[in-house]
Structure formats: C-alpha cells, structure tokens
C-alpha cells in the first residue's frame, strides 16, 4: 500500500515539472512574441546565445574563453577567414563584420544591415587593436615582438611573403602596403585606400628601412654584414639567383636590378622603375665590381685569385663547363662569352650584347692566352 502512495507521488511531482516546463515555454514564446528578452531553463537571458557558438549575424560567433563576440571574415585573396575582432555587443559585431566585409569584398558585399551607412569599427572590446593578431587592412598584422604593425605582401614571381616593415601606426602599415602593392602588382592592384595618391612609403617604426631585410623594391635586399643594400637576379637559364652588387640608395639598388633583369630577360622584363630609361648602372658600394664573385653579365665571374674576370661556357654537347678565358675589363670578358655561345650553340644563342655586331675576334686575354 505504501509503495502505491510513492508511485502516485511521483507521478504528480512528475506531472508539476512538466507544467512548470510548459509555463517555461509559453514564457519563452511570448517573449519572443513581445520582442522581449527569453527566459532559458537556468532563468537566464537567451540572449545567452553567448553560450552557444553562432549568431544570428553573418560573420558572428560567441567566444566562450573571451566572453565576447568574436567577428571573422573571409579574405577573397588568401581564401581564408580573418579576425576582425570582439566585441561586447552582438550589434557592434555585427556591424562591425560588415564595415570588413565592405573593405573586402567591395560595396555589394552582403552586409547585416544593408541600410546603414558603413561608418568606423565599433570598439574593441577590453583590449586594443594593435593587440589583435589581424588588421581589417589588407597586408597587415600586429607583431607583438616589436609591439608595432606589420606590413607584408604575397610575391607571385617568388612565390612567397615579402616583408615591407613594421609601423607605428595602423593606417601607415596600410598606406605601405598600397605602396609595395603597387610597385610589384601594378596600378591596377587591389589597396586598401584605393581613392588616395601613391606617395612615399610612410616611415618605418624604431628602424630605418636598411635595417631591414627586404625591400619594397624587386630583387632588392638588406644586408647587414656590408651595411648596404644588395642585389640578386635569378638566371633564367641557370635557375640560380645571381649576385647583382651591394648599393648604399635602395632607390639606386632597384635601379641597378632594373639594368641587370633587362641584359638578362630582354626590355619587356618586370622592372622597379618601367617608366625610367635604361642608364648605366649605379657606382657599387665601397669596393669595385671585379672584387665580387660574380657578374651582372652571362658566363663571366671575378677570380680573386687572379684578380681577373674569368668566363666559362657550358658546352652543349657534353653538359660541361668549358674555359674560355681571363681578361683584365668585364665587358672584354662578356663579349668573349658572346663569341664562344655563337660558334657553340650558334646565331640564336643568348648573348650579352644581342643588339651589338657580330664578333670575330676574340678580345685579348690576360698574358696572351685564351
């Protein structure tokens, strides 16, 4: 009998939770209905879509570890989602994932409120945006080791990141990018102030741009044992990157690339400066050209010991180097590598000099002797 008495107990107790759950409900639903905050089970906000890992906005997801609103967009150039940032408003997330997506996908981006007038990125929550990892700019994050912006931009011809350099300011690092977007994608490239002029590169943050390892400039580079600018080419023929010279000017560094690409690659080869004439190339820095290992020129190299050029040519028979000679002046040497290509692989040879007459004689060598 009185386990009978316990059975209906339950039963009722069973019965009052699933009433109150139904008031719950229907507490629920009017709420929604009254475009009131809902009630959750644990008597908590539903706005408690914190505690779950989406949002009802495009671009919007709850951060549990952070307590916020975290907002990502999808870059169209690196195919991959980007921290915008977080906030403690699912609004300001929101609008704040549309001013990114305006930036980068254009005006006819889809937005969370196609109304509104794009204004400033609502404020970060608890913490600053330089100590994000991101930007909303294109080519720019935060570097927390040097607690400034950093500005990179993604080589087609290298295949890899280059490095533009570090930043005070956001909006410089930015400005920066559109500078060395410019200089190596061409006028017709994607920036992140489209509507400015492309003036100089802003100044770079505690350093100078030598001390640096790359440069804004193609085939350009940093070098801190010489403290001077340096310069590489790669071979087309040889697929090895050649020694250009060391320069004190970067602007005189991305010149002298602009001569050698154009000996090596013909007039119609990428340049830093494409609307500069061809001049001679710049003095090299604190010593002479023949002190170097190599030359700007195909199949000649300096010989320290000698103290001599000396060119070499790949026979095509038998895939080996072959000497040619030594000769006291670069160009001597360079048109004595002509000569040989030519009666080697025949009229069609590259050459160093293919717009000059035809050599028939060879230019005198070091102590007579070829």
């Not at 907002?71 to 997330?93: C, F, L, Q, W």
């Not at 295949?159 to 500078?179: L, M, N, P, T, V």
Request: aromatic share 8%; hydrophobic share 35%.
């Amino acid at each position: 009998m009185a386990g009978g008495e316990d059975d209906e107990e339950e039963e009722e107790e069973q019965e009052d939770q699933d009433g109150l759950q139904a008031l719950a409900d229907a507490a629920v639903a009017y709420g929604r209905s009254q475009g009131e905050p809902s009630v959750s089970q644990g008597g908590e906000p539903e706005g408690a879509k914190r505690q779950r890992g989406s949002s009802r906005y495009i671009g919007v997801c709850w951060n549990e570890a952070k307590s916020a609103w975290r907002v990502r967009v999808m870059d169209p150039v690196t195919k991959s989602r980007r921290h915008i940032g977080r906030y403690a408003s699912e609004e300001d997330a929101a609008r704040a994932y549309d001013c990114a997506a305006v930036q980068a996908h254009g005006p006819d981006a889809k937005r969370n409120f196609p109304d509104e007038a794009i204004s400033e990125l609502p404020a970060i929550l608890g913490e600053q945006r330089k100590q994000r990892s991101s930007s909303r700019f294109v080519g720019v994050c935060w570097n927390k080791a040097h607690s400034s912006w950093l500005a990179s931009l993604w080589d087609p011809q290298t295949k890899r990141q280059r490095h533009i350099g570090y930043f005070a300011s956001e909006e410089d690092a930015a400005r920066a990018y559109d500078c060395a977007a410019v200089h190596v994608l061409g006028a017709g490239t994607r920036r992140n102030f489209p509507d400015e002029a492309i003036s100089e590169m802003p100044v770079t943050l505690g350093v100078e741009q030598k001390q640096r390892s790359s440069s804004r400039f193609i085939g350009v580079s940093w070098n801190k044992a010489n403290s001077s600018w340096h310069v590489r080419l790669t071979d087309p023929q040889t697929k090895r990157s050649r020694s250009v010279g060391n320069f004190t000017s970067e602007e005189d560094a991305a010149r002298a690339y602009d001569c050698a690409v154009v000996q090596v690659r013909g007039p119609s080869a990428k340049r830093n400066f494409p609307d500069e004439p061809i001049s001679e190339l710049p003095v090299l820095v604190g010593e002479k050209r023949k002190q170097r290992g190599s030359s700007r020129f195909v199949g000649v190299s300096w010989s320290k010991s000698s103290s001599v050029w000396h060119v070499k040519l790949t026979d095509p028979i038998t895939k080996r180097s072959r000497h040619i000679g030594c000769f006291v002046d670069e160009v001597d040497a360079a048109k004595a590598y002509d000569r040989a290509a030519v009666l080697a692989r025949g009229p069609g040879a590259k050459r160093n000099f293919p717009d000059a007459a035809p050599i028939t004689e060879l230019p005198a060598t070091v102590g007579g002797k070829s």
